[in-house]
């Protein structure tokens, strides 16, 4: 299983990124994948989640409305687009996948296969 992210860069307050994480070893049509993210000084936080079988999505507060996660079985790929981006969305961000299907999707702990991580910087 490994798990590879990409897209992250700098970009100015107010614009987009999108991050893509393309996954081997496994489909997407089961279990969750995720993205996570941590600030230096900070704890690792949930920020998007979907599940496989029924494609539902999972949004923490602090990015709803403004990033959206999708998946593309066909490239075995989860994207995470990234609208009016704010300083405070600084971090690496992490891919995660876990082949449980019950889980609680905000909690690291749950995930057992974890990306390298690609940095996101937002200047004011």
């Known amino acids: 299983v490994q798990l590879q992210a990409s897209g992250g860069g700098l970009v100015q307050s107010g614009g987009s990124l999108r991050l893509s994480c393309a996954a081997s070893g496994f489909t997407l049509d089961a279990g969750y994948i995720a993205w996570f993210r941590q600030a230096p000084g900070k704890e690792r936080e949930p920020v998007a989640c979907i599940s496989g079988r029924r494609r539902t999505t999972y949004y923490s507060d602090s990015v709803k409305g403004r990033f959206a996660i999708s998946s593309d079985n066909a490239k075995n790929t989860v994207e995470l687009q990234m609208n009016s981006l704010k300083p405070e969305d600084t971090a690496v961000y992490y891919c995660?996948?876990?082949?449980?299907?019950?889980?609680?999707?905000?909690?690291?702990?749950?995930?057992?296969?974890w990306g390298q991580g690609t940095q996101v910087t937002v200047s004011s």
């Open positions: 995660a996948h876990t082949a449980n299907e019950r889980i609680l999707w905000g909690m690291p702990q749950e995930y057992e296969d």
